[in-house]
């Protein structure tokens, strides 16, 4: 299904970067970063039957034809040249190794996106569907239980070798190997095999049908060449050692130079797919220039004095108030809405539910009464929506009463799920007025002490131990500090301690990896489709036990379990939705976390120095390109070349 892009603050603030893989290991083989390229085995099996295709589409129909020239949102005659100036991306404010897949999780953005490509292209015009890129063709069991990809005959790496079967193989290996970051093989874990059937076939026989295991094969294996890593004596390092080495693969740029707070990436001139559908009218600069800045402030300070040329802002506030001056209003700089055509992942204050003070249900409910709503709205100048549950503004978010197949899902479980997952979803607190306010916080109160906890004398909130309860939130971004104070006021009305633990994002992503921490504000992303493999790593019970999964809040539940079970296996759009809305529904009812908000528009900034195609793809970020293509990056281009 659509990519997922994961820990990200997508909405208004600066994504965090834990780009495409994210949970638990498949151990494929813990030897194979060890093996040389002729060592890579080959299989005279032959491909399951079915009939070959140029494109796949998880649900319904596909839109562009066979062979087609371009996609409808470019301009495929577009001008190359020129420089395009950036800044990081996301919270990563330097880098230190070239290799994404591997932990620390600190390379730089552009290298993974840019640098490397997947056996075939994530359309952003539709929800679900893929068209070749490396794998000109794909054959698709009539049961869903494999598909064989073949490589596309021009495709070659950027040192000019063939890309082949035994590429992908290889770097299929790799990512779920032990060692790889334990998050890159989460987009494989339904796979049982691959097999090398020829030098340009590739077969994957999956462990159980699945739709979505497909889609992900197909857009999110990284393909690079065995060869990077070797030494002179041609031996490969083991991939956890691969580092610094500039990767050997076949995206459209190359890494001209890297210093850890600048990367210099040139278009490659002998890109090997420039001229078919999916990539015709693409990658028109010559160069990305990314230059990695320490904090908002100093950002924003360097793009207005055009130190680079675009910019999406995080901040409503900034947007507002600061975009201002005579450099917008003469239109050198354009200050733009663009409207954001996919679902709205959750975003909000999430709950080491790991740690005791976190255990009850009736105290998370607590805290999200405890919340000032009205007050950020108001902060966010009033273009804020708040989150009602997992998946805003898109027909899977859970409505009114269960539907049959919502039931049968969810009551094997009645006896252990709050009542409310068996009614309507209640509404958010609201605190429009003081009143309201008052009024939730004497609720919550209420809900306190049902859990055990009490105001003492002292005014602190305790337990029957006397322990007190506490709240460190983990935080690297100062700018959200005013929204923790707002929270801090109310939740010291009911005793309870708040402080904000402010630390560079190395040691926030290495607490996170660790589950060390009590709270954190995170956003999973935008996302056109919930993927099942996505959401048993953001809230599986394997995850939840497994380090540097993204099941942060520790969610260990058995029907959350057996509903991404049945959403895995689903062979129809309707149970895809109707999994969803189960989901979602335990998600609002046992209160894993405190929602925050989500903007319908992205807020975007940048130099009048550009062409842009007339059309805006549905699925498009603006400079990241998870979830979806980075549509300024990608099909922008300089109207002044120099």
Sequence with gaps: MGAVSSRYHAQMRPMRPSPIFLIGITVVSSLLSLASPASTPTS????????????????????????????????????????????NPDRRTSFDKYNPFILPQN???????????????????????????????????????????????LAHFSNGDPVTAEDVKYSFDMAVSPVAAPSYGQYFLGVRDAIVVDSRTVHFDLKAPSRDQILQLGTQLRVFSRKWGMGSDGRIKPFDQIVHEVPIATGPYLIAKGTGQMLDLVRDPHYWARDIGVRKGFYNFDHLLYHYYSDPAASFEAFKAGDFELKEEYSAKRFVRQYVGSKFRDGEIVKRQLPIGMGFFYEGFLLNTRRTQFSDVR?????????DWNWNWHQSYQMGRRFD????????????????TELRLLEPYRKDLPPQVFAAPEPNPGSDTPAKLRANLLHARQL????????????????????????????????????????????????????????????????LDSFDFDCTMLNFGEFEMPSPGLLKD???????????????????????????????????QEEIVSGSRALDRIFIAEHYAVPYLYYPNSLVAYWDRFGIPPLLPKYYSIENGI????????????????
Excluded: C
């Design 363 to 371: 105290v998370r409910d607590a805290l999200n009464y405890s919340f």
């Design 448 to 511: 306190l002490a049902d859990a055990g906890w009490t105001i003492h004398p002292d005014g602190v909130l305790r337990n029957h131990k006397g322990e007190s309860f506490q709240i460190e939130i983990l935080e690297d971004d100062p700018s959200f500090e005013p929204v923790f104070g707002r929270w801090a006021e109310s939740l010291r009305k009911l005793g309870i301690t708040i402080r904000v633990r402010l630390v560079d994002f190395a040691v926030y992503q290495s607490r």
């Design 538 to 572: 953001y809230f599986g019970s394997v995850a939840a036990r497994t380090p540097g999964s993204d099941n942060v809040s520790g969610i260990a539940n058995p029907a959350v379990d057996h509903i991404v079970e049945f959403m895995m296996q689903a062979s129809t």
């Design 627 to 642: 979830a979806a293509i980075p549509w300024p990056i990608s099909t922008w281009w300089a109207k002044n070349r120099n």
């Design 389 to 404: 549950g997992l998946f805003q503004n898109t027909p899977y978010a859970a409505t009114g009463l269960p539907n049959a």
């Design 44 to 87: 005279t099996k032959p491909p399951t039957t079915g009939v070959w295709t140029y494109a796949f589409a998880e649900y319904g129909d596909i839109k562009y034809p066979e062979g087609f020239d371009h996609y409808d949102f470019v301009n495929p005659n577009a001008p190359k040249g020129g420089t395009l100036r950036l800044s």
């Design 107 to 153: 390379a730089p953005a552009g290298v993974e996106l840019f640098v490397f490509e997947t056996l075939t292209d994530a359309s952003p015009d539709e929800p679900a569907t893929m068209y070749g890129l490396l794998a000109s063709q794909m054959l698709v069991a009539p049961d869903y239980s494999s598909i064989s990809f073949r490589i596309n005959p």
